[in-house]
């Protein structure tokens, strides 16, 4: 089992900037990829970033340029830098571990509202 903790959501204005952070523990050898997904009211969930355990980083249209993913395998946290945020970039963002057999693991999520 792997758990994931995240921290750093807030309410910001636009243009402002947030740092998403997604601790993992537990069975963390069996993770490969990470990322972030966020869910809006009404919405479904959606991919924002995702990080390999190499390194290979995966990246929605709507946040290239704005966010950026990383990830610190010897602390097993993956970040998510968040700038230049706009209102519909509100949302509960969640962690998410995907293990070497492709089941996924997912944080409580973290609130991000973003003021206009």
Excluded: H
């Amino acid at each position: 089992q792997v758990q994931l903790v995240e921290s750093g959501g807030d309410l910001v204005q636009a243009g402002g900037s947030l740092r998403l952070s997604c601790a993992a523990s537990g069975s963390v050898f069996l993770i490969n990829a990470m990322g972030w997904y966020r869910q809006a009211p009404g919405k479904q969930r959606e991919l924002v970033a995702t990080i390999t355990r190499g390194g290979s980083t995966n990246y929605a249209e709507p946040v290239k340029g704005r966010f950026t993913i990383s990830r610190d395998n010897a602390k097993n946290t993956v970040y998510l830098q968040m700038n230049s945020l706009k209102p519909e970039d509100t949302a509960v963002y969640f962690c998410n571990a995907r293990n070497f057999m492709r089941y996924d693991y997912w944080g409580q999520g973290t609130q991000v509202t973003v003021t206009s």
